[in-house]
């Protein structure tokens, strides 16, 4: 079965301009948690959905927001982009909760997003 | 507030001897612990989980403990390949949630 999609797998922004990132889950999976690993920071958790709903935020500032579509598919935006925003951005999916945790979370190959 | 630990950044091993990435946490309300493996510019791949309630899960070549009591988890591969060489992360959850709380990674280096 297809894995986790992310696209575009590469984009490069301008200070200032905002940025939507898509995530198509596994087929069947609902839940899309989105994370964002930088060199400094390591791996670092960003939003959880489920069914459409927010259920967990990480701590990140109002610039960035995320959604997930009724077919699952999940996007996040950043909005006046800043250099430090630059790094690869990570999507999972899971089935539904709990399930994950035995089989792990898949995640996707990830966007890089340099910002210049 | 890093609840999730990895205080080595990098590991050196022969190829056919044991590997063994440690983890340290501080969160007692975990209630599962993941290990994944990640190449640059892609994503993390999954290696084992074990729940909160056992000590210890095989995967062919890949063992996790977990020591509860000193808040403790351990990755051990036996024997260690060259392909294991890779940045290896835990990371840990909480019931109800699939938010995952990642340590700050090690790298492996197998040599021959």
């Known amino acids: 079965k297809a894995g986790v999609t992310q696209t575009p797998r590469y984009l490069i922004k301008t200070r200032g301009q905002q940025v939507t990132l898509s995530c198509s889950p596994i087929?069947?999976?609902?839940?899309v948690s989105w994370y964002q690993q930088t060199p400094g920071q390591g791996l670092q958790f960003l939003f959880e959905?489920?069914?459409?709903?927010?259920?967990n935020k990480g701590n990140f500032p109002g610039r960035f927001s995320g959604r997930q579509f009724s077919n699952s598919r999940s996007e996040m935006n950043v909005s006046t982009l800043e250099l430090g925003d630059s790094a690869l951005y990570l999507c999972?999916?899971?089935?539904?909760?709990?399930?994950?945790?035995?089989?792990?979370?898949?995640f996707g190959s990830g966007t890089r997003l340099t910002v210049v | 507030d890093q609840q999730v630990k990895q205080n080595s950044p990098s590991l050196s091993v022969q190829e056919g001897r044991i590997s063994i990435l440690n983890c340290d946490y501080t969160?007692?309300?975990?209630?599962?612990f993941l290990w994944y493996k990640k190449y640059p510019a892609e994503g993390p791949t999954f290696l084992i989980s074990?729940?909160?309630?056992?000590d210890k899960n095989e995967d062919g070549r890949f063992t996790v403990f977990l020591n509860k009591s000193a808040k403790h988890l351990s990755l051990h591969i036996v024997p260690s390949q060259p392909g294991d060489s890779a940045v290896y992360f835990c990371?840990?959850?909480?019931?109800?949630?699939?938010?995952?709380?990642f340590g700050t990674g090690t790298r492996l280096q197998v040599f021959p």
């Open positions: 959905y489920f069914s459409e709903t927010q259920r």
């Open positions: 999972a999916s899971s089935p539904p909760t709990g399930v994950g945790k035995n089989y792990g979370y898949t």
């Open positions: 990371a840990a959850t909480t019931y109800n949630t699939d938010k995952l709380i």
């Open positions: 087929s069947g999976h609902r839940s």
């Open positions: 074990i729940s909160s309630i056992k």
């Open positions: 969160n007692s309300m975990f209630d599962y």
